[in-house]
């Protein structure tokens, strides 16, 4: 059974960080490439970051940049997004995705494999 597992959401003051993690299981880990979305309430889900580690690349959304970090280890089948001067604007439940092959965009139509999701809020 295909799993992604989103943890390491939760309350941050504004400029704080946190590190969310997504365990993946179920399908190979280096065969996929791996992207971090977004929705805030009452918004669109937005593509935040991706990672396809076979080819060392990496992107971010421009309301990102800067500030969060992707990263995989095949070895723990997980991925990781650091999050770090953190804004209100930040508060959304946070996702993690799984596309076979490579990928350089977080496009969600691209992803075959999605996770349940975890709350990040950020007070001002």
């Known amino acids: 059974e295909v799993q992604l597992v989103e943890s390491g959401g939760g309350l941050v003051q504004a400029g704080g960080s946190l590190r969310l993690s997504c365990a993946a299981s179920?399908?190979?880990?280096?065969?996929?490439?791996f992207g971090w979305f977004r929705q805030a309430p009452g918004k669109e889900r937005e593509g935040i970051s991706c990672i396809s580690s076979s080819i060392d690349s990496t992107y971010y959304a421009d309301s990102v940049k800067g500030r969060f970090t992707i990263s995989s280890d095949s070895a723990k089948n997980t991925v990781y997004l650091q999050m770090n001067s953190l804004k209100p604007e930040d508060t959304a439940v946070y996702y993690c995705?799984?596309?076979?092959?490579?990928?350089?965009?977080?496009?969600?139509?691209?992803?075959?494999?999605w996770g349940q999701g975890t709350q990040v809020t950020v007070s001002s």
């Open positions: 179920g399908f190979t880990f280096d065969d996929y490439a």
């Open positions: 995705a799984a596309a076979e092959g490579i990928v350089t965009e977080p496009r969600s139509r691209w992803y075959d494999y």
